[in-house]
Every structure is written in structure tokens, then in C-alpha cells.
């Protein structure tokens, strides 16, 4: 089975390659890599659609569906398996979030839809809904003859972002509501202000939402991401879906979810900035 092949059947709604010798990799990046695939010289890159449309909710669209970090390993372990059968010398190993790779490093090189503004990678018919995917390999890969080319550059991510998060390169993650979300221990007053103006409570998707290249975007055909699988989907966490939790009784409940990584502590949190 040829590579496209293995990757459509995966799900993939792009992929490609780049050299591993041409990522920027820091020190410790260069080694955790060397360490998971040594002799490393090539990166398959993949993106897979997530969103299931625009649904009311206080979660952010990622979140709606089963984790994506189990998904993603599934579907990229799919490949893997056919990469094996053809190359059965080489090593190969999946990454989703969890790797020392900037999959959106990788995406560019490989020449994956077209870089955002907001610094997500944007794959037609999907817009920037959709998550990326590695594999990393000793099996020899050349990058795209071009880089992915940047989007329109319209400002409207900027202009839309309530911390000002993108007003410059780089991304300022101590002013984007998404991280904020997801950060533990104490807030500026600043910060809980942001929050308690936010409509979510885990993520945010104003800069997607604005986005010209996302105004027509169809939605995922992939039931797993989508909440049409085993997981089912969920737009809404409330107070009442989270009491008398412990952090076992929480991950048993939510442990499929890409919001549970962070414990109930930090959910808590949030709903009740959003009532004061
Ligand atoms: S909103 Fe405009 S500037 Fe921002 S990523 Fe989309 S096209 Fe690019
Ligand atoms: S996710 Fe929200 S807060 Fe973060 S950069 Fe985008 S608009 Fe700004």
C-alpha cells in the first residue's frame, strides 16, 4: 500500500514529509528525539478535521469529541503499521502532542496547508479545525520543494483576540485565553478578568471563528473526533457534572476527554469565574 493510501485510510485530510535535519530542534528536543527514533531522518506530517460545526457550548470545539491525543495515536498507530510492512527495517513512531517535535514546524516544511497568522495551519476543505500528527523515522524523507505559503494575513485573528495574545510574533502565551484555561495555581486580577468575560471554560476559538478561510468550512467526516464514536459528544460542562468529584472519580468519569488532563481543580475555577 502506498503512503497517500495509508494516510487517507486513516483519516488524514492532508500529510507530507519534511527532513528531519531541516526542523529547528533545540538541544533537548534533538535528543528526546534521537532517544525515541535514533539515526532519525524523517518526519511524516498529518492533519485530521475536528469540528463538528458551530454548536453552543462552554467547551472549546476541540474538546467536544474523544481525546485527541488517544485518537490521533490510533489512527497515526494505523499507519505505522502499514509503514512497518512496507520498510521493515526502519523504526517508526507516532506523536501527538506528546512528542519533541513542533508539528507546526514540521507542517511548514512538508508544505501542509497554509500557516495562520494565529499560528495555526490551515488545510482546506477544513479551515484550521483540524489537529496535526507526526511520525517520526530513520526511513530517509525530503522536505516539500516550498514551504507551506502564509495565509492573507487579514488581521481579523488579531483584531479579534480579547488579550491581544497575537498583537505581535511571537504568540504571547501568558495573554491567550486558551492557555489561560488550562493554567493551574494563581491568576493576575487581569487574567481572571479576561476569563470571567470568556464564553468557555476550557479553550477558546475566536481567532478560528473569524477567519475567512473558516467561514465555509465543512465539518469532519471522523466520528472519534467528533463525538460520534464510543465517546459521545459534549458541548457543556457545568458545576452539577463536576460535584463531589475526586481527581480518581473525575478521570473515570472524563479520562477520554481532552480537558481532563488537568484534573477538575482548574474546571472548578473557571465555571465559577464565569458566575461571579
Ligand atoms: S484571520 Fe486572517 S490573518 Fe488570521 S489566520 Fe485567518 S486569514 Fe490569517
Ligand atoms: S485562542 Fe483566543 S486568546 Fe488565544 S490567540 Fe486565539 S483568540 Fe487569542
Redesign the pocket.
Known amino acids: 500500500m502506498k503512503h497517500a493510501e495509508l494516510f487517507q485510510r486513516s483519516g488524514a485530510a492532508a500529510w507530507g514529509t519534511c527532513a528531519f535535519s531541516d526542523l529547528p530542534l533545540s538541544a533537548p528536543q534533538r535528543q528526546r528525539a534521537q532517544e525515541l527514533c535514533p539515526d532519525a531522518r524523517g518526519v511524516f506530517v498529518a492533519a485530521y478535521p475536528y469540528s463538528a460545526g458551530d454548536g453552543a457550548g462552554n467547551l472549546s470545539r476541540y474538546a467536544r469529541g474523544e481525546d485527541y491525543h488517544l485518537v490521533l495515536l490510533r489512527r497515526l498507530g494505523e499507519v505505522c503499521q502499514g509503514l512497518r510492512e512496507l520498510y521493515p527495517a526502519h523504526r517508526f513512531v507516532p506523536g501527538a502532542d506528546n512528542s519533541p517535535l513542533d508539528e507546526r514546524a514540521c507542517a511548514r516544511l512538508a508544505g501542509v496547508g497554509l500557516q ?3 499560528g ?1 495551519v490551515i488545510v482546506e476543505p477544513y479551515g484550521s479545525w483540524v489537529f496535526l500528527g507526526t511520525i517520526l523515522t530513520d526511513l530517509p524523507l525530503p522536505s516539500a520543494p516550498e514551504p507551506s505559503p502564509d ?8 483584531r479579534a483576540c480579547p488579550g491581544g495574545a497575537l498583537d505581535k510574533l511571537p504568540f504571547d502565551e501568558e495573554r491567550c485565553l486558551s492557555a489561560l484555561t488550562q493554567k493551574k495555581g494563581e491568576l493576575s486580577p487581569e487574567q481572571e478578568a479576561l476569563l470571567r468575560a470568556h464564553p468557555l471554560i476550557w479553550g477558546c476559538d475566536l ?1 478560528q471563528q ?4 473558516n467561514r465555509d468550512a465543512l465539518p469532519s467526516p471522523l466520528a472519534d473526533l467528533t463525538g460520534q464514536g464510543s465517546v459521545p459528544y459534549l458541548s457543556t460542562l457545568t458545576e452539577e457534572d463536576l460535584e463531589g468529584l475526586s481527581n480518581r472519580s473525575f478521570r473515570a468519569k472524563y479520562g477520554n476527554r481532552a480537558f481532563a488532563w488537568r484534573g477538575p481543580g482548574v474546571l472548578r475555577r473557571n465555571l465559577k469565574l464565569r458566575r461571579e
Open positions: 495562520g497568522r494565529n495555526l495565509c492573507i494575513n487579514c488581521g481579523a485573528c488579531v481567532c473569524v477567519c475567512p478561510y
